[in-house]
């Protein structure tokens, strides 16, 4: 059966490898069999190459990542604001870019992707981001020592989810990004919960997360299906 797998928000760090695991269970219980797979950002804690490297932990899951590529399954990754620096690394590694807000014809519907649907609440988040996306920003953070950067970073990741905001049962059409007046579907990461709502004649999915609630979407020719990961049915090894 052809179907295409929605995810996001892994959040894997080196200190929580049960993480990790339990997503690369899927990735070779449910991605192996599916023609694409979407990753819609923050897949990693603090996605960050210093001098060409990663956080060594990392390594095992981009490599079953790049494994599904090889094996030609078309994997998409679209950056999130915990991994904003790993779309050019992983691109190498065989993975396709997708940028926020593009829009892609799956199954013969428009859809467009984000990494939260929301714009940036306050003046404060808007400055951080474009501080984390300035690449003279950028460069000078590369020059840190290796570890000091990777703890430094964790620990303002750390900061970073603790102040998340839920996505608001009432919102204004004012609040959302901008959306493709050809879009059927808008698909999210970011939110941290599994959420499916029609708002003006479009479907809108939130994907969830993978530390706790372990959600992804499920889109077939026939349609859409948020669904949990079993992960007390772990056979992996």
């Known amino acids: 059966m052809k179907r295409v797998l929605f995810a996001s928000d892994l959040h894997a760090r080196p200190d929580k490898p049960e993480r990790e695991e339990i997503f690369k269970c899927f990735l070779k219980k449910e991605a192996l069999s599916c023609d694409k797979l979407y990753l819609l950002g923050d897949l990693f804690e603090f996605g960050f190459v210093f001098r060409g490297r990663v956080l060594p932990a ?30 050019e690394y992983l691109r190498k590694r065989g993975l396709r870019i997708v940028h ?56 303002a990741a750390h900061l970073s989810r603790e102040r998340h905001v839920r996505f608001p049962s009432v ?47 499920e889109m077939t020719p026939s349609g859409l299906e948020l669904k949990a990961f079993r992960v007390d049915a772990l056979l992996c090894k």
């Open 100 to 155: 926020d807000g593009e829009v892609h014809e799956v199954f013969g519907r428009r859809v467009q992707l984000f990494h939260g649907l929301l714009r940036e609440p306050d003046s404060l988040s808007r400055l951080t981001a474009r501080i984390m996306q300035n690449p003279t920003s950028v460069w000078l953070y590369s020059l840190l020592p290796y570890r000091l950067g990777f703890s430094l970073a964790l620990e």
């Open 171 to 217: 919102f204004y059409s004012s609040s959302l990004k901008p959306i493709n007046p050809s879009t059927q579907i808008v698909i999210s990461g970011h939110h941290h919960e599994p959420l499916r709502f029609a708002y003006r004649n479009r479907e809108f999915y939130s994907l969830g997360e993978w530390f706790s609630r372990f959600t992804y979407l």
């Open 58 to 87: 990392y390594e095992p899951l981009i490599e079953e990542i790049a494994e599904l590529t090889r094996k030609g399954i078309k994997v998409f990754f679209l950056a999130g604001n915990h991994d904003l620096w790993m779309a």
